[in-house]
């Protein structure tokens, strides 16, 4: 069971996860008390973290996330890409149907630092399929990565605005994904799917140069459109569509740029759909203690996005965070 605080929580709170190493280092994102205030802010009346804190020794030790897990199934996709299927027990199987999952994933012989965290792309009983985009020395060595890999999971903040998108009944949902982000939005679709929501899905071939997730989605029951590249980098026909439909929901996946040019059009329009994006942060540890995946958000604030789970507007505001004269996209004039 995951803890409601609104739309600004820690994704782990309540979980075997917690109480994490930032309860013991003062910094909890959801307990105000075990952040040295005095009084009790975290807004939520259920099972206290806290109270975990300080029945740690009597409860069973934090779960270890790390796994030997067996690779059951390789494709390739191009030149660029492949899929992985990963056999994983029931139980991490079951916690990674939830939206937003990832695990950090490396080669058993490679050392600690090529761990890489990666999308979950589509969950079956007792296993996994995730896509990878070979872009440097972490996802280079995973295409051969032998019978077996070492795998850390679940992990949760795959995607900002969470809240929105598991609440989402009988809806309208827009999913726009470029290149190898198309892998979360498989994950996401069949969820809202699962729903009973109506998904429309526009997908563009992005770096990979494929699209890869088009046939599943419409065997799911999504519309899908497949788009090619084009120099302003499909904001026309984002803001076509986000213009045409009435969208409830929608969801960005790809680079931030992409995040940040979504927001924009749904500001400029006036749309008060829910926004979720990608997380692109650069995670480390995904235990929110290296810091590498602190960014500010449009407040200003600085989050620590392995953790903390937040409103896509908080991050992206109506398009301000990167600047948006360089998108040039002009919706009224
Ligand atoms: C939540 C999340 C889910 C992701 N899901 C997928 C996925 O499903 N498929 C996929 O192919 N890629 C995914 N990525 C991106 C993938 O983690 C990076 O491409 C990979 O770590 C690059 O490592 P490299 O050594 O191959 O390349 P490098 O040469 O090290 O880096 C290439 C680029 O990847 C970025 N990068 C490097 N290390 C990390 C890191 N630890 N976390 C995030 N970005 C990093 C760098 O900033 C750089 O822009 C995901 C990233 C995040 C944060
Ligand atoms: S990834 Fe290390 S603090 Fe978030």
Redesign the pocket.
């Known amino acids: 069971m995951t803890l409601f605080y609104g739309n600004d929580y820690c994704v782990d709170a309540g979980t075997n996860q917690c109480p994490c190493h930032l309860a013991e280092t003062g910094e909890c994102p959801s307990c105000s008390i075990l952040r040295g205030e005095e009084v009790c802010r975290c807004g939520w009346a259920g099972e206290c973290v806290y109270q975990r804190y300080l029945l740690r020794p009597l409860s069973p030790g934090r779960d270890n996330r790390l796994q030997l897990v067996r690779v059951s199934g390789y494709e390739n996709i191009n030149e660029r ?1 492949y899929l992985l299927r990963l056999t994983i027990s029931d139980e991490l199987s079951h916690e990674l149907r939830r939206p937003g999952s ?1 695990v950090f994933i490396k080669p058993v012989s490679a050392p600690e630092f090529f761990f ?4 979950v ?1 589509e969950v079956e009983n007792g296993a996994i399929w ?11 060595v995973l295409r051969y990565p032998g019978r077996e890999v070492l795998v850390k999971g679940p992990y949760r ?2 995607l900002m605005g969470l809240r929105a998108a598991e609440s989402l009944t009988y809806g309208q949902a827009l999913l726009l994904a470029k290149g ?1 982000a198309q ?2 939005a498989l994950h996401l679709g069949q969820y809202l799917l699962r729903r009973g929501n109506d998904v429309t899905a526009l997908l563009w071939p992005g770096t990979v140069g494929a699209v890869f997730i088009a046939n599943r989605l419409r065997e799911l029951g999504a519309a899908v459109r497949l788009l090619e590249k084009s120099p302003d980098h499909g904001a026309r026909e984002m803001a076509a569509e986000i213009a045409a439909g009435s969208y409830d929901l929608v969801a960005s996946f790809g680079p931030d740029r992409q995040h940040q040019t979504v927001a924009d059009i749904l500001s400029r329009l006036d749309r008060r759909a829910a926004y979720v994006t ?7 540890c995904g235990e929110g203690i290296c810091g ?1 995946c602190l960014v500010p958000a449009a407040s200003g604030r600085k989050v620590r996005t392995c953790k903390h789970q937040l409103d896509a507007r908080e991050l992206w505001g109506a398009g301000e965070r990167l600047g948006l004269s360089e998108i040039g996209l002009q919706l009224r004039d």
């Open positions: 890409a990832y890489t965290p990666i999308s792309m995730l896509a990878v985009e070979m872009v440097g020395p972490k996802t280079r903040n795959g190898i892998a979360p990608t997380n692109n942060a650069v995670l480390t590498s």
